[in-house]
């Protein structure tokens, strides 16, 4: 059932960012951009991985409920 959740949770955070709800994707780029080197990433980056990790967030449900059949 933990496995779940935390699926549940990364899924829901990948869709966030890849959906740029409440402006998520930009501003993490405000906020990452002074680490980051100068033209390396865009706000579309991180809404680029943020269907990535939405995927991930999947297959880790999905991998928790096979393992509870």
């Not at 990364?10 to 959906?19: E, K, N, R, T």
């Not at 680029?48 to 991930?56: E, H, M, Q, S």
Request: charged fraction near 5%.
């Amino acid at each position: 059932m933990l496995a779940i959740t935390v699926g549940v949770i990364i899924a829901g955070y990948g869709v966030c960012l890849s959906a740029n709800l409440w402006n998520l994707a930009d501003r993490l780029f405000s906020h990452n951009s002074r680490y980051l080197v100068m033209g390396s990433a865009t706000p579309g980056t991180f809404r680029l991985v943020g269907g990535g990790t939405a995927l991930v967030g999947l297959f880790w449900i999905a991998t928790a409920l096979s393992e509870m059949l």
